[in-house]
C-alpha cells in the first residue's frame, strides 16, 4: 500500500501566529493544470483589520531597534530561507507549474535579494540623509525614517513571481523599520505562507510582517481607507481596481506606489518610498 | 507716549510702482485672461491695490501649450551650465530689487515690512542661488547619467509666503530642466507679476515661467490638465486630498505641502527667556499665517505658571498695527475670510471651557486685525488643540513626562513641525527621535534654509521641499517603482 501524505492547512499569519480567518472562508488553489493543491484562508476585512492593528502594535519597537539588528533580524530570515530552499523550489513547480531548474532559480533569487536588503538596514541612511549647511549658527541634520504600517498587495501574475516578488516587496519595506501587512496574490499564495513559517522560525517580532491570502478586492478598500496604514504598495494590485484604490488613499494622504506588471526590482528607491525624511535644526553657541 | 510707544517709523511706497491691471503671463508676455478681472487690497487698509486677469480654462491650457513648446523646444535642450547661469541671473536681481519686493510684498499681504525685508525677500534669493548651482551638477544629484527632468510643472503656492513660495517651486523646478505653470494665491499675486517682469529682465526663454492668476477653479484646471508632467501644491489639507484624489490613477506626479499643528515642547530646563522669545516666533511669526507654526505650547507642568507669565508679559509688548512701520511686530491678517476662520475657531475655544487672553493692543479701524490670543486649560480633544487655526492663536497644554509630551505631541493627523526646549541634548535627541514631524527645531523655531529639507508626516503631506531632496522630487525617478505620490 502506498502511503498517505498528510496536507497542510494554510492559515494567516497575524502578529506572529497563525489563525484561521475569522470569516471561515477559505478558496482553492490549484496548480496551472486545475488539480486541487490545497485551500488557503479567505482574511475578511476583520483580518485584514487585525492585521493592521497587529503591525500598528509592533511598529515602534521595530522602528526602535538599532539598525545593526534590524540587519541582523533580516540575515536571520535569509538563513531560514536557504534552509527551506528545497521546500520552496517544490512549491513554487506545484503552484507555477515551472521546472525545477527554474524554480530554484527564483529561490536563489529571492535569497539573495533579501540578504541584498538585510545589508541596507545600516547604510541607507547615510546615503539618502545629509547634514545641510545653513546660513547660521545651526546644527542641521536631515534622516530619513520609516512611514509606519504599509499595506502591499504582492505581485504574482506571471511566472517567477510567487516567491520573489513577495521577498522583494516585504523587504524594501520593512528594512527602514515600517511594519507591513501584505496580501499574497490569490492565483499563488503557497510560497506566501511558506514565507511566512519563515518568518515564524526566524528572529522578526510578531507583527512587523502580516500576510493574508484569499481574495482581495473586498478589503482592499479597508485598507486604502484606514488611517493606521501610512502608505500603500500597490505594486502587485494589477488584478484589482487600483485607481479607485488610489483614490480611497488620498482622504488618509496615504503614500502609493501604482502597480506594474514585473517583478519590483532590487533599489534603494524602493527604500527610500516608504521612508520620511526629517531634519533637524539646533542652536549653536560658545556661551 | 508711554515707555515702550515708538514713533511711527513707515517706509515709503515710492519705489513700488504697480499697474493698475495685470493680464496673465504667459509665453514671456503679459496678455488679459478670458474669465474677468478682480481686484486685489491691502488687508491693512482694504484699498485696492491693482488689478488681475482670472485665467479660464482656455487660458490655462494655452499656457500649458506653451510652457510644453518651450520645455521641447529650448529648456530640456539647453545644458545646464546655461540654466544655472539664467538662475544666477534672477537671484541677482531679487537681490537688486529687494527692497522694491519687501514693499509691495508687506503691501500686498499685510505681513510686517520688517519680516519681508529680513526674512521672505533674502530666502527668494537664497532659494534662487542655492538651486542655481544645481542646475548643472543634475548627474552627481541623481546617480544617473541620463537625469530627466518632468517636463511642464503645474505649482499652486498660498497666500501667506507669496513670494517665498514661488521661489521654493520655481527654482528648483526650473533647475531640473522643468518648465513651470504657477498660480499665485488670488489674494496675493501682486509679486508673482513682479517676478514675472524679473523674469523678462533676466532674459529667461520664453514659456519657461508661465504665471496664470485667478481663484479655485484656475488652480482645478491646472492641476487636473493631462497636460501636465507633475503637480506641486502648498496649501490646505482639504484641498491636498482634494488634488491627491483627483490624480488617483494618472501618470501624474504629485509632491503636497499641506497644514500642520506644530507642537512647542518646552521642558522645565529650558533656557525660559530664549523659549519665550521662540514660542512667540512660533506662533505670531507672520501673523500665525504658518504652516508649521507652534501652535500648541506643550510645557511641563512645574514651569506652566512661571512660563505663562513670562509669555503673556511679553506679548504684550509686541506692537501691531501698519505692516509698513519698521517697528510693527504683528501685521493684518490677510483676508475677510481668513479673520472669519481664525475668529470661528477662536469662538469654539471659549465655547468649549478653554481660558482665552488676548493682548490689549489697540486694532486699527480699517482694514484685518486679530489680536495675539493665548488659551490656557486645552485638553487635547479640543477644536483649538486639533484644527490648523492659521492666526495668532496659541493654545496651550501641559505634560508632565518626556513620554506624555511626545504622545499628546503626535496626537494630530498632521506631522509638519515641532519644537523642543531644553538644555539637556541627550534627552532632546530622543524626543526628537520619536515625534513625528518633518521638521524639528531644537532651542529656535522658523528657521528655513534652501539647503534644509521642509515637508511632513501623514496629513501634512509627502514630498520634501529644499535641500536635495527638494532638486530629486523634480527630476524622473531612475530605477524606482511606478507612481511617483512621495
Known sequence: ?287 | MGFLDYSPAPESTGIVSLADEYGLFINGEFRPGRGGVFDSISPATEEVLTRFSEASEEDVDYAIGQARAAYDKVWSKMPGRERSKYLFRIARIVQERSRELAIAETMDNGKPIKETRDVDIPLVAAWFFYYAGWADKLEEATGSHQPHAWGVVGQVIPWNFPLMMLAWKVAPALAAGNTVVLKPAETTSVTAMLFAEICQQAGVPAGVVNIVTGAGATGRALVSHAGIDKVAFTGSTPVGREIAKTLAGRPTALTLELGGKGANIVFDDAAMDEAVEGIISGIFFNQGHVCCAGSRLLVQENVHDELLARLTSRIQTLRLGDPLDKNTDIGAINSRAQLDTISTLTQSGVDEGASIWQSDCALPERGFWFPPTVFTDVSTSHRIAQDEIFGPVLSVLTFRTPDEAVAKANNTPYGLSAGVWTEKASRMLAVVDRLRAGVVWSNTFNKFDPTSPFGGYQESGYGREGGLPGLLSYLRPHSVPAGGKQ
Not at chain 1, 531597534?65 to 506545484?94: K, P
Not at chain 1, 532590487?266 to 518610498?273: D, K, M, N, V
Open chain 1, 1 to 287: 500500500m502506498t502511503r498517505l501524505d498528510v496536507k497542510k492547512t494554510y492559515k494567516l499569519y497575524i502578529g506572529g501566529a497563525f489563525p484561521r480567518s475569522e470569516s471561515g472562508y477559505t478558496l482553492q488553489v490549484t496548480t496551472t493544470k486545475g488539480e486541487h493543491l490545497a485551500n488557503v484562508a479567505q482574511a475578511s476585512r476583520k483580518d485584514a483589520r487585525d492585521a493592521v492593528s497587529a503591525a500598528r502594535g509592533a511598529q515602534s519597537g521595530w522602528a526602535g531597534a538599532t539598525s545593526y539588528n534590524r540587519g541582523q533580524v533580516l540575515y536571520r530570515i535569509a538563513e531560514m530561507l536557504e534552509g527551506r530552499r528545497e521546500e520552496f523550489i517544490d512549491g513554487i513547480r506545484h503552484c507555477e507549474g515551472v521546472n525545477q531548474r527554474q524554480a530554484a532559480q527564483q529561490v536563489d533569487q529571492a535569497i539573495d535579494s533579501w540578504v541584498w536588503y538585510a545589508g541596507w538596514a545600516d547604510k541607507y541612511a547615510q546615503l539618502v540623509g545629509s547634514a545641510n549647511p545653513v546660513a547660521g549658527p545651526y546644527f542641521n541634520l536631515s534622516v530619513p525614517e520609516p512611514t509606519g504600517v504599509v499595506a502591499a498587495f504582492a505581485p504574482a501574475e506571471q511566472k517567477n513571481a510567487s516567491l520573489l516578488g513577495l521577498v522583494r516587496t516585504i523587504a524594501p519595506i520593512i528594512v527602514s523599520g515600517n511594519t507591513v501587512v501584505i496580501w499574497a496574490h490569490p492565483s499563488q499564495p503557497i510560497p506566501a505562507m511558506t514565507f511566512a513559517e519563515v518568518l515564524h522560525t526566524s528572529d522578526a517580532p510578531g507583527g512587523v510582517v502580516n500576510i493574508l491570502t484569499g481574495l482581495r478586492d473586498s478589503a482592499a478598500p479597508w485598507l486604502a481607507t484606514h488611517a493606521d496604514v501610512g502608505a500603500m504598495d500597490l505594486m502587485g494590485a494589477t488584478e484589482l481596481d487600483w485607481a479607485s484604490l488610489e483614490a480611497e488613499a488620498s482622504a488618509t494622504l496615504k503614500r502609493v506606489l501604482t502597480p506594474v506588471k514585473s517583478v519590483p526590482e532590487e533599489s534603494l528607491a524602493r527604500i527610500t518610498a516608504f521612508t520620511e525624511v526629517k531634519t533637524v535644526w539646533h542652536t549653536k553657541a560658545m556661551g
